[in-house]
């Protein structure tokens, strides 16, 4: 039980930190490799506080490493914790499957 | 650009809806076939208007499908946005495969 709430609030965190398209695109932005906090938040039209924000809520998530190296902090990408994610999708995907399967047998049907 | 607008909405939602236990086990019930709204309540240790305000989260997510049937309202998941979170991930699969490959030989380094 502990580790089922344990797996849970991970996800949650997870979940969270992927439900905002800036927090995606910083992702997206790490998987080239590390970046500083304000290269990070160049592309974005946002103040660097909520950029940390950001970074904050990927950081609870455990999706993010900073790591200071002088002045500069410096953000690595960890993917690790969404393995997770997609763990916990795969249990779903013979359901979106069969549904696609559904719609190719009635869309063909309606060719005839 | 309008397409990216509309993915990252659907993400978006997505995203919100899974980011709470309630809503992940109201799925996990839903895989099984349709519940009543009163079916679906019965495990969970809230009220009846907490599991619509959840259900909503998931319809607005387009994970649910509700049917009236009489005075009776019946779930049905729809599983097919998860196959968008699915392929969003798969662009990072490699980067967590990675760090676990990267692990194991840091381990298997220590064992020597």
């Given at each position: 039980?502990?580790?089922?709430?344990?797996?849970?609030?991970?996800?949650?965190?997870?979940?969270?930190?992927?439900?905002?398209?800036?927090?995606?695109?910083?992702?997206?932005?790490?998987?080239?490799?590390?970046?500083?906090?304000?290269?990070?938040?160049?592309?974005?039209?946002?103040?660097?506080?909520?950029?940390?924000?950001?970074l904050r809520v990927l950081e609870d998530?455990?999706?993010?490493?900073?790591?200071?190296?002088?002045?500069?902090?410096?953000?690595?990408?960890?993917?690790?914790?969404?393995?997770?994610?997609?763990?916990?999708?795969?249990?779903?995907?013979?359901?979106?499957?069969?549904?696609?399967?559904?719609?190719?047998?009635?869309?063909?049907?309606?060719?005839?």
């Amino acid at each position: 039980m502990v580790e089922q709430q344990s797996e849970d609030l991970n996800l949650d965190a997870i979940f969270k930190a992927l439900g905002h398209p800036t927090r995606r695109e910083i992702l997206e932005q790490l998987a080239d490799g590390p970046e500083s906090v304000s290269e990070l938040a160049e592309p974005h039209d946002v103040s660097l506080a909520a950029v940390s924000k950001h970074l904050r809520v990927l950081e609870d998530a455990d999706l993010l490493d900073v790591e200071e190296d002088g002045r500069v902090r410096r953000c690595h990408l960890d993917a690790a914790p969404l393995s997770d994610v997609f763990g916990w999708l795969t249990r779903y995907r013979v359901l979106w499957e069969d549904r696609f399967d559904a719609l190719a047998d009635h869309l063909e049907n309606d060719d005839r």
